[in-house]
């Protein structure tokens, strides 16, 4: 996973040396209650949407508390060997959103991205 970005911010995501993907919801302020998460990966302009993976628009109500928030999108597993296949361009977008799924916490600030290959 060489060549990941990954900006400050309230919702950013990590990676390790076994793949793997952690959305962390960095809430420096008062407790913001529940609010929907959306995670997304982008693959070559097809979106799909955690936490089913389906290209269904969908998000996650978690409890927003001060500090972080730290959920699994992605568990650690064993990449497979493609052999001389490589796939480019893959980037996983995290957001927390307002109660009305239409703006994003934090503005522009407020949405992570994560690419690799």
């Known amino acids: 996973m060489d060549g990941a970005e990954q900006p400050a911010g309230p ?3 990590q990676h390790v ?9 960095c809430n420096d302020g008062e ?4 609010r929907p998460l959306a995670v997304v990966l982008d693959v070559q302009g097809q979106y799909w949407f955690w936490d089913d993976w389906t290209q269904q628009v ?7 508390p001060t500090g972080e928030t730290s959920l699994v999108v992605i568990p650690p597993f064993t ?3 493609t052999g001389e296949e490589t796939l480019t361009g893959l ?3 995290g ?9 994003v916490f934090g503005g522009e600030a407020g949405l992570a991205r994560f690419a690799f290959g």
Do not use: H, N, Q
Request: with cysteine; glycine share 2%; net charge negative.
């Open 95 to 103: 957001a927390i959103l307002d109660e009305t799924m239409t703006e």
């Open 31 to 34: 407790t913001l209650g529940f």
């Open 11 to 13: 919702c950013y995501a």
């Open 58 to 64: 969908d998000s996650v109500v978690i409890d927003v």
């Open 79 to 81: 990449w497979p060997e």
């Open 17 to 25: 040396r076994l793949p793997r993907a952690k959305a962390i919801a």
């Open 91 to 93: 980037w996983f977008y």
